[in-house]
């Protein structure tokens, strides 16, 4: 069994392909470097990621595949598949001998579950533009600076801006299925160009952080929640408030809601939290 | 000290100490019977230094427990309202609390709310206090506090009141994205029984209004446009998708960042207005206005009909259709024709409704195509586009090989998605049954409709009557209209890629 093994980035997955086709072979599978297990009859080769390589498939996919194709490889990397490596390998292969024809043969079983994913990833996308909830900082000491925290001092703390209101702080935290907050950064970044702010995904650990429109990512393990300022949870009760007010009794429809709304998602979101419902 | 004066005193009191979340449950429950709560309809980057922009998809940020999505503070200025429409919680002669926002303190909140991602921006509309202009111009105070003193750049869609002067109305225009006066009822008839304090001419001369100014404002824009690019001076500065940061992003291990956010990538963003000087647009969303279902005796066909007058004659974006429910006895509202007066009759009626909306607006359907004076109304048990098909049974089965895309979409269980996939994947080779499977078709209401490969779908037979029970006893095992409500707001709002 020949196993290629890489960076896990993006730019070491498209190595893989570039290694595949100037050696002229085909990997069972494609693997991160780190907790590989050895088996016997395993070929290992590790690719290494060379920027000429990765930006020659690049520019390859671009031209022969299209920028579609492109956006959906970079948001299928993204998903928590453990297969998702040999999907866009496979999917890149059939692209790069077919071309856009065999793109469009969506029921292709090289195709197809790249399409998939791509849905399943763009959905999660979608949930979390719509469910991410900020709460407001404390403004005077920044929670990063303090030693029970040690852990995030890696993090750079967006510096308080005077012109950004008075340097507070919005945090937010997620727990998307897929790794999907680089997909979203830019939509938070923009518009919350005003309000430095830091979200951070507690199931891949790991955490944007913004200001005044830019914006980085950083691996953060086990963050801990900041203290929210005090006018926050006046502003969550508010809103707490209004989600009940809205609410139609007579159409009233359940299996709806968490339809939209899985239940997996709840515990961030202060319009469902039970303690709030006690209050209330 | 007299007893009248004691009184007023106390409720002076009263009013001052109810506090912000009282007031917000209360104007927020007044206006939860309003059905349009979408954000859609215009995209407008963001721009530095100001908070928010606004996405054309539309954006839903939480979904209560009736399952209709909420993406703006839907509330009214003031409940407070001297007209007495039945089928209204806020009409004067019901006795319930009253609340009114301060236009600073209304802005602070949406604010608040924004910078949390709870909203997508505001829903506002009000009762008449006092009279149309001085209810709309304290809703006008709101919102350019919000729009001007603080810049906000998120969506508004405003109502305007009936009986509002035109000066007033334009004011609200430039000010909103979307904007729009309620029909209320389908006929003028049902309008003059249930809202006598509102008149046909009062509700069309601003709809008229405002589509000549949407019209005039665009024409504007585009010659202002094509003098800014004559002078080919591009100062529009985008941000959020700069690549200054691709190295760090490339440090931390990621390089996915490429990938444009859902709505900051679209190439027709539309800059906010005045930081660039561009001139003031006029409600760039469009209008749009609702109807009430249910509460007068107008049949689906006259509905549609009203509906398809509102789409030609004032570009209305969208129709909303608000499935009556009771508030109060007024015995002036009269339920169904036909006697069936229980709630979720009409909750199905409205979403068949919709449904046929969506096939006037997008499937290029004909209004007599669905209904006639005749048949004057929708099918509980059947979707519209089922209706149709079974009605012309003739041009039925069409193959999925060959047949053209605007076939394709008017086969039930095909939609415009399903018409792209299929045309999409019929290029590399034909499709059998197990193919569309594979493209995730649904088959339930399509098989019955289709062949593949010249082949009917094998174990059912092309026959009105067993296509007519086919299809409605799947329709009756959902058991609700709540499943097959899914499609309408839903669709809209969940728009992905
Ligand atoms: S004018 Fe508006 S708020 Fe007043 S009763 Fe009529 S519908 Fe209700």
Redesign the interface.
Known sequence: MLIYTYDNTLEGLLCCIFDAYTRNEQPDNIACEQGLQYQLEQVLHPVVTVEEHWSRVRKGIHKKMGRLAWQKICACYCASTTDKEMLIYRYLRQGFSRGRVALDDISHPDILPIEELYRSVGMEQQRMIMFVRFAKVATTKSPYSEPAHSKLSTIPVPSSDPKSNSGEIYYATINPKHNVLPLVMDHFAARFNIQAFIIYDEVHQIAGISESGQWMLSQVEDAQPPEVSLDNEEYQDLWKAFYDAICIPERINEKRRQQFMPKRLWKHLPEMHPSRDAKT | MTNACLTVNICLYIIESMN??QK??IL??A???DAACTSSGVNR?????????ACSAG????????????AL???LMSNDCKYNCAYCTNRVSKDQSRASFEPRELAD?VI??Y????IEGLFLSSGVSGDPDYATARMIAALSILRNDYGFNGYIHAKGIPGASPEIISQLGYLVDRLSINIEMPSSASLQKLAPDKNPSAIFAPMGQIRDSIGESRQYLLEWKGRRESRNNDSGR?????D??SA???A??????????????LDDCMPAQRKLGRPARFAPAGQATQMIIGASPDSDYDILRTSVNLYDKFNMKRVFYSAY?PVGDSSLIQYEPNGQSN?SVQ?VREHRLYQSDWLLRFYNFELDELLSPDMPHLDPLLDPKCLWALRNLDRFPIEVNRAPIEELVRVPGIGPTGAQ?IV??R???A?DFS?LA???IVLKRAQWFITAKGKYREGLKFEHQAIYQGLTSEEARKRSF??A??LEE?SRQ?V??
Not at chain 2, 115 to 118: I, K, Q, V
Not at chain 2, 253 to 262: I, N
């Open positions: 912000i979340e917000l449950e927020t429950g206006a939860k019977y980057s963001a721009l530095p230094g100001q908070l928010g922009n954006i839903c940020h939480s979904f209560s427990a009736d399952g209709r999505c909420i503070l839907k509330v909140l608040e709310f910078r949390r991602n709870y985008r941000i959020g998708k700069s200054d940061l760090l992003r490339l931390a291990g990621c390089s996915t960042c490429e990938v444009r956010g859902t709505c900051t990538g429910v709630g909750l996939k999409r994947a290029r590399s080779g499709l193919a594979a493209l995730r709540q499943q409500r899914k839903a969940l992905l890629f």
